[in-house]
Antibody
Framework: EVQLVESGGGLVKPGGSLRLSCAAS????????MNWVRQAPGKGLEWVSS????????SYADSVKGRFTISRDNAKNSLYLQMNSLRADDTAVYFC????????????WGQGTLVTVSS | EIVMTQSPATLSVSPGERATLSCRAS??????LAWYQQKPGQIPRLLIY???TRATGIPVRFSGSGSGTEFTLTISSLQSEDFAVYYC?????????FGQGTKLEIK
């Protein structure tokens, strides 16, 4: 069974840092592009960042560029999001999502991890 | 950044009727367009990719059409489980963007 499990969310003060992880199982992780998507409380979906299968192509939304860093470890079947200089408007559920093969739509999603930025 | 605009924001339809949701891109995304369904408290589910290809396990009452900048998601005969929020998403370039969503509610 294909599974994505996020962890690392929690309460952090403005200006603080947090590292999210996503553990993948049930598929050949190293063959797939991976993504982070977030959803603020009561709001819509916002794409955050993408990384290709070999980590040589990475992209960020303007809202997080320069503050967030996506990475992956194919040996550990894991995806990461290092979040620095956090702001209140970063408060959201963060989802890990897999690109489909042949189409960059998100065909598999984790359950999400909640990040709350508040003093 | 490609801006995706969905309309209407809320659509009220009776069960058994047809629902038509629209999505417009600020520039051409070819057929690189997906639709997702999200129910309250649940994660998004991929419905359509490539503008018109149903994802695995998606009922035939869901269909997508369009290319370039104008796209449509049609649900042919609404079932109770179809009332949810629907998002379009473009993946024409590496910087993906979502529409703001259309809430499909029971009339």
């Amino acid at each position: 069974e294909v599974q994505l499990v996020e962890s690392g969310g929690g309460l952090v003060k403005p200006g603080g840092s947090l590292r999210l992880s996503c553990a993948a199982s049930g598929f050949t992780f190293s063959s797939y592009n991976m993504n982070w998507v977030r959803q603020a409380p009561g709001k819509g979906l916002e794409w955050v960042s993408s990384i290709n299968s070999s980590s040589n192509y990475i992209s960020y939304a303007d809202s997080v560029k320069g503050r967030f860093t996506i990475s992956r470890d194919n040996a550990k079947n894991s995806l990461y999001l290092q979040m620095n200089s956090l702001r209140a408007d970063d408060t959201a559920v963060y989802f890990c999502a897999r690109d489909g093969l042949g189409a960059w739509s998100f065909d598999c999603w984790g359950q999400g991890t909640l990040v709350t930025v508040s003093s | 950044e490609i801006v995706m605009t969905q309309s209407p924001a809320t659509l009220s339809v009776s069960p058994g009727e047809r629902a038509t949701l629209s999505c417009r891109a600020s520039q051409s995304v070819s057929s690189n367009l997906a639709w997702y369904q999200q129910k309250p408290g649940q994660i998004p589910r991929l419905l359509i990719y490539g503008a018109s290809t149903r994802a695995t396990g998606i009922p035939v009452r869901f269909s997508g059409s369009g290319s370039g900048t104008e796209f449509t998601l049609t649900i042919s005969s609404l079932q109770s489980e179809d009332f949810a929020v629907y998002y379009c998403q473009q993946y024409n370039n590496w910087r993906r963007t979502f529409g703001q969503g259309t809430k499909l509610e029971i009339k």
